[in-house]
Structure formats: C-alpha cells, structure tokens
C-alpha cells in the first residue's frame, strides 16, 4: 500500500513511470532528482500519509526503500 502511493507521488513528481520506480532506485541516481524535487516529494508525502519528514531524515534518504520504511515507521 506504502509502496504503491509512494511509487504513483514519484511518477508524478518526476516525470517518470511506474516499471522505473522499484524498492531499490536510487532517487538521485536513478532520476536525477534534485533538492526541489526532494521538497516536491517529501511535501506531497507528509500531505498523503499524515507523516512529518525533518530535514535531518532526507539527509539518510537515499532509495525508494528507505521512503517506505521511513513513512511505515512513523505512521
């Protein structure tokens, strides 16, 4: 469930497509995100999954995966 909206907020913030986003891409190096699509990203997260992500926390943030866990560890 976690993944999926995750997966549909990244296609839409990055112009990419769903068979692109996996557990393991690499959110810079996959998708040459830069720090205002983190900020895109993590807003549209904390707005869908009720969750505040501190600026300390995207530092650690680097896959899709660790996304996941971040937002099912403090849901």
Do not use: H, W, Y
Not at 16 to 42: C, K, P, Y
Not at 52 to 75: C, H, Q, R, W
Request: charged residues 40%; glycine residues 2%.
């Amino acid at each position: 469930m976690v993944f999926e909206k995750l997966r549909e907020i990244i296609c839409e913030q990055l112009q990419v497509t769903e068979e692109e986003v996996t557990m393991e891409s690499n959110l810079r190096d996959d998708f040459d995100a830069d720090s205002l699509d983190f900020v895109d990203i993590v807003m549209s997260i904390e707005d869908e999954f009720s969750v505040e992500v501190p600026d300390e926390a995207i530092d650690d943030i680097k896959s899709v995966g660790d996304l996941v866990k971040f937002i099912e560890e403090n849901m």
